[in-house]
């Protein structure tokens, strides 16, 4: 079994994509040591520049700012690979993201939570390449016939997303039962997307390459996945469990130390399903304790502060810093496997130790 991939002339030795995770888990420290190693490094474009001292006063400045300052750290980390940024569709600043990622020189966008249908023409005429994020073999069809229909492109790449990601899911929250999941595995709905993106590497003449993930925790599961098809698999919540991952450590115990029941499926004020891992706080969430007073941040489309049960925001950017009182831990469904913290370089080597 192969295991390097093309993303048209961006070449990786490994066929692992970490996926890009918000607010600053994912930053240049993580993406720049999983190019370094020869998969494809992604930060999250959401509010980037937490950490910096001028957020509060000008966080979108500060977010800027941020692109930029990471990007150049990832590159130089990595030895000048590729980088990719994830940039969610239901961010509030989400077109001008875009453009600043084109402007900054990012390698790949990859674009969910939302349809990503005027992506070709925010990155026209760049160098930059675009990665729509689908859930199913449905939206895929309605992506590739849109962006050919208005744009005569075709994407650099797809990411599958099945139920089992952590974070924002694209599902309706009555797919993510027990019964519904084990229909839906992700290996299962890889062939239905192949047979979507087919006509159009025909089109424009060139492959395609097929990202999927969601739940990919082991060797074993790298390996049945790109025995489904897939040119390489995206993962996130292992590689949170890095050194070099740019969360605190609290924040990484939480991960090592959740069980199955942990994980939950939660309502999240950008309108979408999600899952996290259970704590405190997000009981006081249920019992409707933690409504905001204002917006501070203003980073989801479609969040009213009046009417939103929390600031997603806001926790977040605690859960990322350890304060758990004050935010919580988005996971992966299988994340109650990893047992312990360890480095990109031993994991990545792990990941593909039953390529061949």
Known sequence: MKTQFNIGNLEFSKPIVQGGMGIGVSLSNLAGHVSKLGGLGVLSAVEMGSDYPDYKKNPKLANRQAMTDHFKRAKTISGN???GINIMVALTQYEQLVKDA???GYDIIFAGAGLPLTLPELTRNSLTRIAPIISSKRVAKLILKHWWRHYEVAPDAIVLEGPLAGGHLGFKTEDLTPERLAEQALPALIPGVLEEIKPYEDLVGRHIPLIAGGGITTAADVRETLAAGADAVQIGSRFVTTD???A???FKEAMVKA???DIEIIVSPAGLPGR????RFL???KAGLRHPKNCPINCIKSCDYKTAPYCIGLALIAGRKGDLDNGYVFSGANAYKISEITTVEALMNELTSELG
Do not use: F, G, L, W
């Open 283 to 285: 009981e006081e969430v």
């Open 244 to 246: 070099e991952c740019d």
């Open 276 to 279: 996290a891992i259970h704590n």
């Open 102 to 104: 084109v402007q900054t």
């Open 248 to 250: 605190s450590q609290a």
């Open 81 to 83: 690979r590729p980088i």
């Open 259 to 261: 069980t199955k029941a």
